[in-house]
């Protein structure tokens, strides 16, 4: 085990082993130990941060802040990074670890330098892959970089519970069943009007979801601690549009008002609003179906669901509804989600949000913990359902009098 010996402005710290990462790191580590949030848990985030870090190499370069040559040495390190050199033990901290996400910025910033210096190059952390950049906005940019991303991967998905539920609502349509309100007989239905509402209503949540997309492409790189721009030249802040625009793809502007941008997340607390509206939308849907499979012989037994396992390990043959399930649980998950990042929004304070990072990973916590379950149920729950007709016909006849079909 080799030993090194890191100085920084608290004092030395002495570190065994082979991590790559200096004494930011190793100090947040101390802090925090035993954290069950490692960065290298999301994925999506620290993805962003590298590429972020490569955005600033490039606009320092442009800008004259960094040599061509230390411009490359950074780039060639986050690009390391991003593929071969990747290694999730070298981004240990706690994303919950206190300071406004400064261990975070600081662990990937030497991570790179790091990378950086193994292949010759005398980079440094701070002067280097952290200038003209501070954590507020290079965390800030890069949370919402990440939430865009995971909400394209997601809107597909959604659109295909949509398409299943209005394709079953077509195939179950020219069966009278019966329609109930507060639980109770009322009028008789098409056996499919139910199943084509929801398709509505999912769509209808998810196109309004989609259209909080485009505020995540707009971000406060150069806006540096509070909004300010200090310690980022002029020059630097030219330069990010169209290295952003390199790095990400268009479009990804910069916000007009950077002080705004650093002290407010209303638009992450938007996002989450419309995932909470999603949530209950799909709880809803997913309950109904689950209500109307019910039995076979003491429940509803209307619509029967697929069997994709074994249904109990104790009574033989039963089969339950587990993708439905599958989405009630999630969607109960992103309630939760969507309460702990709407207080980190409003827990922000005076000149900047800290919080700003916490509410951008429970968007997309919630959006990855929604994926799997609606993939499924896209693909195979709704698909599976069968309708039970002559259950249907049965129960039409016990419609109120006043409220049966003609």
């Excluded at 004259?64 to 240990?92: K, Q, R, W």
């Excluded at 910025?105 to 980079?123: D, L, P, Q, R, S």
């Excluded at 827990?347 to 429970?362: H, I, M, P, R, S």
Aim: hydrophobic share 45%.
């Amino acid at each position: 085990m080799t030993e090194r010996t890191l100085k920084d402005s608290l004092g030395t710290l002495k570190l065994t082993g082979e991590s790559r990462w200096g004494a930011a790191t190793a100090r947040a580590m101390l802090a925090h130990a035993g954290g069950i949030r490692p960065l290298h848990g999301e994925p999506e985030f620290l993805r962003a941060l590298i590429e972020v870090k490569k955005v600033c190499a490039l606009a320092n370069a442009d800008a004259g802040v960094l040599t061509p040559a230390m411009s490359i040495a950074i780039t060639g390190a986050c690009d390391n990074l991003l593929g071969e050199s990747f290694n999730p033990a070298d981004f240990p901290v706690d994303v919950l670890l206190g300071g406004g996400s400064v261990a975070v910025n600081m662990n990937v910033n030497e991570v790179i330098a790091a990378v950086a210096a193994k292949a010759g190059h005398n980079v440094d952390a701070k002067l280097h892959v952290n200038a003209s950049q501070s954590t507020a906005d290079v965390c800030h940019t890069a949370v919402r970089i990440a939430v865009g991303n995971v909400l394209t991967q997601l809107v597909p998905k959604l659109e295909q519970v949509s398409r299943a539920l209005a394709a079953k609502g077509k195939e179950f349509s020219g069966t009278t069943t019966l329609g109930r309100t507060c639980l109770r007989d009322a009028a008789t239905i098409d056996a499919g009007a139910g199943l084509d509402a929801a398709a509505q209503l999912i769509q209808r949540r998810t196109d309004t979801l989609k259209r909080s997309a485009p505020a995540m492409r707009v971000v406060n790189l150069g806006g540096t601690v509070i909004g300010t721009g200090s310690g980022a030249p002029a020059a630097f802040r030219s330069a990010l549009p169209q290295r952003l625009a390199e790095v990400f793809g268009p479009p990804v502007t910069i916000k007009a008002n950077l002080v705004d941008a650093a002290q407010h997340s209303d638009d992450l607390g938007a996002t989450l609003a419309e995932l909470g509206q999603l949530a209950r939308a799909l709880l809803r849907v997913a309950r109904d179906i689950r209500l109307l499979g019910s039995g076979p012989g003491g429940g509803f037994n209307e619509i029967t669901g697929k069997a994709v396992m074994e249904g109990s390990s104790f009574f033989p043959g039963k089969v339950n509804p587990i993708l439905e399930e599958s989405i009630i649980q999630a969607a109960i998950q992103v309630v939760g989600e969507e309460a702990a990042g709407r207080m980190a929004v409003e827990y922000g304070e005076l000149n900047l949000n800290v919080f700003d990072t916490q509410a951008g990973l429970a968007v997309i916590r919630a959006m990855k913990t929604l994926l799997p379950a609606v993939t499924s149920w896209g693909m195979l729950g709704i698909p599976g359902l069968t309708l039970n007709r002559e259950r249907c016909r049965e129960l039409s006849a016990m419609a109120h009098p006043e409220g049966r079909a003609p």
